[in-house]
């Protein structure tokens, strides 16, 4: 990238980076690492202004990008009335992120990961990449495919084979910038090894980032700005079920930004996070009271669990900022979930609101029913649930849904080389 490219991108950005570990402060330049074992986050140097536009836009003086565009994605913040009693509570407000056409659905994938997506392609083309390069289990590469293929960015999206069925579109989405590339022998993990190892083979193409990509966590993070500017207050608590850890993360920055700027008295919303049964790494972590994961927080082989999507051998837990730091920040708690309680809770939400939930979803729902007989919150205190995804069935019977052919189907030993070889 030509040196005049930077210097034009860095006097139209109104943000710095901090590292949290040094606490140095640098210019972006998509940077995803600067110091070992820690996150950089951003600092803005614009007072938050609301554009009184649909989603993440909305909030764009606290997103790390020179400009708008017109890609939508945002939170519904809303407070159900039935749900509330039907849980015995009398303030807790949702926040969904999914397909739900009657109720103004704004994240058209059926996911947060939308909003995820929309800053990051502005953040991308800020820093004149060539193209993105993302892996995923389902949620993050459906919703980065949706938008690169609405801007006609060029994606490489690597997958194992037991998730290519979730990289769908509606039939006549525009698809020709996606490359999805399938690893037959793989998992997620794979995925994101192999993706990492492209990155760096392929010059010019920027590796999306995960929880370390502050587009990423600042887009989500927009979630507890509507629900705060929505209710008025900061709640007391926020639940969601947790894989990686950005969106816990970017929740909890943007609450602190929040208070830290006086828009909103604190303290920070305590997190809530939940995990399936069988794969539970930070929930072990946590409740042995250690800042670092061990061997023995996995479970000792593959396991089946309700909600893969919360699936994830390599958490943002240990790093300065990470999961660890914002549940101690916050006084949060960590909760296993079992399968039929989340099968139970997605029925109760289902049945109340008329909108399918995702799996996600219905862990983080039955946490709070748990957290709600333990005492661990108390039914009138201000509430936020996350419902981080939803409306995907819906999208299914209202759109004519394709899945996206792969552009190559390959096994992890030769993958980095085959993809090279074919975009020759």
Known sequence: MPSVARMDCETMLHHKLKCLKSGDIIDDQYTLHYTDGALLTAQYSRQ??????????????????????????????????KLNQAL????????????????????????????????????????????????????????????????DTPLIVIVGASHADRLWLPKNHPRDSVKVVVIEDGDYWEATKISKQLAKSLEGWQLEGGAHNIARRDGIGTLIVDAAFTIGQLPKHYFQGIGGGPGPIGVHEMATRLIDSGIFEGPVPRQHVSQNTQHCPIHNAWQDGRANLIDSDFPGQEVEVYSDFLLNKSPCYSPVGGVYDILKQSNGQTYVVEKSDAIAAKKLFEEIEGIDIMTPAAVALASLQQALEVGEINSDDYTVLNISGGGTERIAKDLKITTIEPWLTVSSKDAVAEIIAKLQ
Request: aromatic share 12%.
């Open 48 to 81: 938050l202004v609301l554009k009184n536009i649909p989603g993440v836009w909305n909030y764009a003086d606290w997103l790390p990008t020179s400009t708008t565009s017109e890609n939508v994605a945002g939170t519904i913040t809303y407070k159900s009335e």
């Open 88 to 151: 015995g509570m009398s303030n807790l407000w949702i926040t969904f992120h999914g397909y739900w056409p009657e109720k103004g659905g704004l994240c058209p994938t059926g996911t947060f990961k939308d909003m995820e997506a929309v800053p990051t392609l502005v953040r991308i083309a800020d820093h004149g990449c060539k193209g993105i390069i993302c892996a995923s289990a389902g949620n993050t590469a459906r919703a980065f495919s949706y938008y690169c293929g609405l801007s």
